[in-house]
């Protein structure tokens, strides 16, 4: 067996297998001599919301711009909360944050690390406007569940897809499910950009609308603004190599399930806690994520033998500096708590070989 290093993550394969097609997108963009809101993006834009099996997609300059924008669209402002999880990339709750809205915490099912449905409805106030799941490390939040409190209480759901590019939840697509839906395309997501990248996928047409004015200065017509916007627009050149690779999405999704089903299979019976995949659910596997007790001496056996792994996340929002405003303590999440001190992020890519899998899990098993 191979004695060389395997990295987190590798995106040359990825690169090489549509590298015809994105090469060829890159030079069509260069030669057009336009570079913004054109045609590369209104057929990314078409294409992306056909695959979400959704009716609409406004391309935005990234993720964290996509949530933003989603929840101004939906009126969220001063004042009000968002429902949001508490162990979640902290994305999730700045775009709360620049609306001048709360992020209000929910914990997580601890098996599936996605935010648990039965203790939502604790968290709902008068002040509650939206509830905002993630579909963390690519596996599908229980969507039934949550839209259902939503109605009930009359609140509007947005589903932070930045991790789960062609997920599936009893069949269908991630990114149609909920009344918006927020991506992020940065480069190491699982439909990644050349660069910074986001969309927002949705149903309504009027709300839809809404991002696209807000996504270039409040301005339908040039040089007449009805609201105060942003500039967060989605490039020619990102919507072409985004175009290019999405083709391949479906089958790198597939390499994603048949390298975690290796994972898994080679790790059963290991003192881990592995991946937990309820029966509606088809992971897109962005992350692949274990828990264990001695976190921090595994990543350091496993760096010794030349396995890069990497922790997501290290810090829960409500324990950042950033949000120390909300005075939440330790030991206020403690689900989560005890998640961000127990999880590590194994290496899966689409293009890695059957050598690199299985190196990863020989030096799993002798480092458990
Ligand atoms: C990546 C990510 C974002 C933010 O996306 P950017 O494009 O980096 O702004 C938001 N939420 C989650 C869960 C993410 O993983």
New binding site residues.
């Given amino acids: 067996m191979g004695t060389e290093a395997v990295p987190f993550l590798d995106l040359q394969p990825a690169y090489r297998v549509a590298q015809p097609a994105i090469d060829a997108a890159l030079l069509r963009v260069a030669g057009s001599g336009w570079f913004l809101l054109g045609k590369e993006l209104h057929a990314f834009e078409e294409a992306w919301a056909r695959s979400c099996g959704t009716a609409h997609c406004a391309g935005v300059a990234?993720?964290?711009?996509?949530?933003f924008l989603s929840l101004k669209a939906l009126g969220v402002r001063e004042g009000d909360e968002v429902i949001v999880p508490s162990n979640?990339?902290i994305?999730?709750w700045l775009?709360v944050s620049q609306c001048g809205a709360k992020p209000v915490p929910v914990e997580p099912d601890a098996r599936t690390f996605n935010i648990d449905p039965a203790r939502i409805e604790a968290a709902i106030t008068p002040a509650t406007r939206v509830i905002l799941p993630?579909h963390?490390y690519g596996q599908p939040a229980d969507m039934d569940a949550i839209m259902d409190i939503a109605r009930r209480h009359h609140l509007k759901v947005l589903d932070?897809c930045?991790?789960a590019h062609a997920a599936r939840y009893k069949v269908r697509p991630v990114g149609g499910l909920a009344d918006m839906s927020?991506w992020?395309?940065?480069p190491g997501?699982n439909l990644g950009a050349f660069g910074?990248?986001?969309g927002v996928t949705c149903r309504d047409a009027d709300l839809m609308q809404r991002v696209k004015v807000l996504r270039n200065y409040g301005s339908q017509q040039k040089y007449h603004n009805e609201v105060k916007g942003i500039n967060s627009r989605l490039d020619e050149i990102q919507a072409a190599v985004l175009a290019a690779k999405l083709p391949l999405l479906e089958a790198a999704t597939h390499e994603r399930r048949a390298i975690a089903a290796r994972l898994l299979e080679g790790l059963a019976g290991c003192d881990l806690q592995l991946p937990h995949v309820p029966h509606w659910a088809e992971p897109a596997w962005?992350l692949f994520v274990v828990r264990h007790a001695d976190r921090d001496g595994l990543q350091r056996r496993l760096a010794e033998q030349g396995i890069g792994t990497l922790i997501h996340y290290p810090v829960p929002p409500h324990r950042q500096p950033a949000y120390a405003e909300l005075g939440f303590a330790e030991g206020d999440f403690p689900v989560s708590e005890t998640m961000h001190r127990e999880v590590l992020s194994l290496p899966l890519w689409p293009g890695m070989s059957e050598l690199q899998i299985e190196r990863v899990i020989k030096a799993v098993r002798a480092s458990v």
Wanted: charged share 15%; glycine share 12%.
């Fill in positions: 990234n993720g964290l711009d996509a949530l979640t990339y994305a999730t775009a993630v963390l932070d930045a991790q927020a992020s395309f940065y997501k910074d990248g986001g962005h």
